[in-house]
């Protein structure tokens, strides 16, 4: 008989293992910057985790190291238990900054990403449609990036993303230039789209309200440098939410005060260390 063996380490979509990143320092190149310093930050598959701090603090850094782009300089990055060596593929990536082509429509945006792995062009096309249809875009697809709205290019870009079906979708601050209303609608669409799929989000942004809203679990960074976590909580408010609706519960107002708690001393000093350098 085969003895009955877990393989926990599988249960983790993404892991960052004490992993710790130095940057030479951009004023100054003889010194040196660690910007994140022995963080281990891990997400199951299906979870979504977002990951809050004060400005500058290092999220965008952790991010980057869990999608490949950069090598941690000491530690180390796991997918679905494996090393992770040189970036990866597993993962989506949306950006605060915007990603479309200007010179490709909305559908050839979205279509890009399948070419490039080899979906033939009408399949490509179709599967493109199909995507734009599913966030709201179904009559956009001939226009181009300078056509749409703020919000449609974001939308577009999350199409972009899905449409690859990735295993860990990575989020960096994705609708932070986005006016409040068309933010919370995103957010319950990423919400809506999340649950059919339940893939493993690694979301980051310094909006408290939004990390309680869409998490299962709120990790909470300090202030730079050799940013690292300062708490964790589990965000236990019941699904399906309603980013606007959910923020009224008294659940999420404790929530958003014990969290509150342990990010206001960052937030001062991250705030301090920005004056500092300015
Ligand atoms: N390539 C680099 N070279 C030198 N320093 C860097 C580099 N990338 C980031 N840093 C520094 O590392 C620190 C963390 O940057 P990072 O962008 O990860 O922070 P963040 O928390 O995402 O910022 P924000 O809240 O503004 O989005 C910052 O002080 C930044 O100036």
């Not at 941690?72 to 970036?87: D, E, M, N, R, Y």
């Not at 479309?100 to 070419?115: D, F, K």
């Not at 990036?145 to 974001?154: E, F, I, T």
């Not at 606007?244 to 260390?273: C, M, N, S």
Request: aromatic letters at 8%; one cysteine or more; hydrophobic letters at 45%.
């Amino acid at each position: 008989m085969q003895p009955f063996v877990t393989d926990y380490a599988n249960d983790y979509a993404l892991e960052l293992l004490d992993v710790t990143c130095t940057f030479r320092s951009r004023d100054d190149a003889g010194q040196a910057y660690t910007a994140v310093g022995q963080t281990t930050l891990r997400i199951r598959a299906g979870e979504f985790v977002s990951v809050v701090g004060p400005t500058g603090c290092g999220k965008s850094t952790l991010l980057n190291i869990g999608a490949g782009l950069l090598p941690p300089t000491s530690g180390s990055v796991k997918v679905f238990g494996q090393t992770l060596a040189g970036i990866n593929t597993r993962a989506g990536y949306m950006f605060q900054t915007e990603a479309l082509m200007p010179w490709r429509s909305a559908i050839a945006n979205v279509m890009v990403g399948l070419q490039y792995h080899g979906v033939p062009d009408a399949e490509a096309r179709a599967q493109a449609q199909a995507w734009l249809e599913r966030v709201g875009l179904a009559d956009f697809g001939d226009r181009y990036p300078h056509q749409l709205s703020g919000g449609m290019r974001k939308r577009t870009a999350l199409a972009q993303v899905l449409a690859l079906d990735p295993d860990i979708i990575l989020m960096d601050e994705p609708f932070s230039a986005l006016d409040i209303q068309t933010r919370q609608l995103m957010e319950n669409e990423v919400l809506d789209l999340w649950a059919a799929k339940k893939k493993a989000v690694l979301f980051i942004t310094h909006d408290l309200d939004e990390a309680i809203a869409m998490s299962d679990r709120v990790v909470v960074l300090s202030a730079g440098p050799a940013t690292r976590p300062m708490g964790e909580f589990d965000i236990d408010l019941p699904r399906p939410r309603n980013v606007a609706e959910v923020r009224t519960q008294p659940r999420f107002i404790e929530l958003h005060t014990q969290i509150w708690d342990v990010l206001r001393d960052e937030v001062l000093k991250g705030y301090a260390q920005q004056l500092k350098k300015a």
